[in-house]
């Protein structure tokens, strides 16, 4: 119920329209249904499928920003079926699964429960949920109750088990924990450096990691096939444009057609073309097909196209591992550790993609560089630092091992990724971006997901995380 004694303020915002007010027999929003699911404002000992099975909700699932279903990795169980991990995937009606392409999507696979508003008289192809019916609360309340919880936050019943216990830590503890696990990622990207290093050599090994890098979470496998037949496509190139050229005309980025309103962007085009028409078919064997790249929700200044250009740049050049070596020897302050790599990394200012983001795209009010701090620290935490303490470690560097790790462990804060955001909600009881002081704080976060989140399910069924933190507290009790 809406409390009678309501303060000016929240009287006033409900008649101004602030916040929207709904009736019991209007349609919610969507992201009102999905609140309800993330929270669950249901009658959950009533829950019934369109074709009568019991529901019993072990875990929602977490809210997916990305493509594809709205929740993933919810527990859900079916009568006395075993539960069954999977997607949860919240529409209006039932016709939303086909109206909405879900049933020729694959990123919808996985989707084990169909949650929605009204159902059709006949079920779908998904176990399906209808709300209607279902609400602990009549619809004007929970419109309210949005409107002053975040929808995207998780309720305390959800989070980890380990939530508690790593709140229990000191923020000494806590830090110290990390950087544990921080150093145990570092030398587990360092292995997988040198384990490819023993089969191609240390330069292939790190140009493989650099392209992985550049291609972000979506585009990791298409830029290691690219790097991976590198040898091939950079032999002879008498420019960066060449190098372009090739690097677009393989990956199947590369339009066939001219935009015809941008000038820049066609003329650039045409002298790419003009360098690959020439040479496509003696790098046929290493082109790939277009449709292995992802751009959902992939931001401009990230694209694949700029990311090769970029290296292109760097290939052209040449010595980039005499570069890195030469930084690593140097003395580099704390504070300066990102924008000394940025300068080894920066190239010269591109006449074409230093004013824009994709091959697309208009021409920018002003220039942007190919690379910049936040790029430059993915590299660095990801690549480069493990590619160069390994090589350390295998030449018996004592000094430089240790110069490495402490700038791993100095590196400013990276930026902030979907993986961080639902580890602080799920295992930091919600904690802000500012606790973290360092990448590596982040890395360690990062290795624990992997470590303990990625081989339990949502409700944490025989994950020794919780217990690891608790033994912790003892064995580093100030």
């Known amino acids: 119920m ?60 977490f809210g997916n920003a990305e493509g594809g279903p709205d929740f993933r990795a919810a527990l859900i169980q079916l009568d006395d079926d075993q539960p069954c991990a999977g997607d949860v995937e919240v529409d209006l009606r039932t016709s939303g699964w086909r109206s909405h392409g ?6 919808f696979k996985n989707v ?3 949650v929605v508003w009204e159902a059709a008289k006949t079920s779908g192809p998904i176990p399906t949920l209808a709300l209607r019916q279902s609400l602990d609360a009549p619809l004007a309340e929970l419109s309210l109750w949005l409107e002053r919880e975040p ?12 939530s508690a216990p790593l709140r229990a830590l000191s923020p000494e503890q806590l830090n110290a924990l990390l950087r544990e696990a921080a150093q145990v990622r570092l030398q587990s990207k360092a292995a997988q450096l040198q384990a490819r290093a023993r089969q191609v050599g240390w330069e292939q090994s790190l140009w493989e990691g650099l392209f992985r890098a550049l291609g972000y979470k979506h585009n990791t496998w298409p830029m290691q096939a ?14 960066a444009l060449v190098l372009q050229a090739r690097a677009l005309g393989i990956s199947g980025l590369l339009p066939a057609e001219l935009t015809r309103t941008q000038a820049a962007g066609d003329s650039y085009l045409r002298r790419v073309w003009d360098c690959w028409w020439r040479e496509r078919d003696e790098f046929a064997d290493c082109a790939l097909p277009s449709v292995l790249w992802r751009f959902h929700g992939l931001r401009p200044a990230n694209h694949p196209q700029r990311r090769l250009a970029l ?24 504070a300066a550790l990102a924008d000394s790599l940025v300068k080894n990394l920066q190239v010269e200012r591109d006449e074409y993609w230093s004013w824009h983001w ?28 493990p590619w160069l303490w390994t090589r350390a470690v295998e030449g018996g560097n004592e000094k430089l091992r240790v110069e490495i790790e402490r700038r791993y462990g100095a590196w400013p804060v990276a930026e902030d990724n979907s993986v961080l955001k639902l580890a602080r909600q799920r295992l930091l009881g919600g904690a802000g971006r500012n606790i973290f002081k360092t990448a590596a704080s982040q890395q360690g976060l ?32 100030n």
């Open 102 to 107: 879900h049933d020729r999507n694959p990123n």
């Open 311 to 334: 290296a292109a740049h760097w290939l052209f050049a040449g010595g980039l591992c005499a570069r890195l070596d030469r930084w690593c020897a140097a003395t580099v302050k704390d």
């Open 2 to 61: 809406i409390p009678p004694n309501q303060s000016f303020y929240a009287r006033w915002r409900q008649r101004s329209g602030a916040v929207a007010v709904l009736r019991d027999d209007d349609t919610p929003p969507e992201r009102l249904l999905q609140a309800v699911w993330q929270h669950q404002r249901l009658l959950r000992d009533q829950l019934v499928t369109t074709d009568g099975r019991r529901v019993r909700v072990l875990h929602p699932g």
């Open 226 to 239: 690219l790097a991976e037949t590198r040898a091939r496509w950079t032999q002879h190139a008498d420019s």
């Open 112 to 114: 084990v429960l169909h």
């Open 358 to 385: 994709t091959l697309r795209s208009p021409r920018l009010k002003k220039p942007q560089p190919l690379i910049g701090s936040t790029r430059v620290t993915d590299l660095a935490v990801n690549v480069i630092l």
């Open 446 to 477: 990062i290795q624990i997901v992997r470590d303990f989140c990625g081989h339990a399910n949502s409700i944490c069924d025989g994950c020794g995380f919780p217990e690891l933190v608790r033994n912790y507290s003892i064995q580093h009790q």
């Open 151 to 162: 929808a995207k936050s998780l309720p305390e019943a959800m989070l980890g088990k380990c």
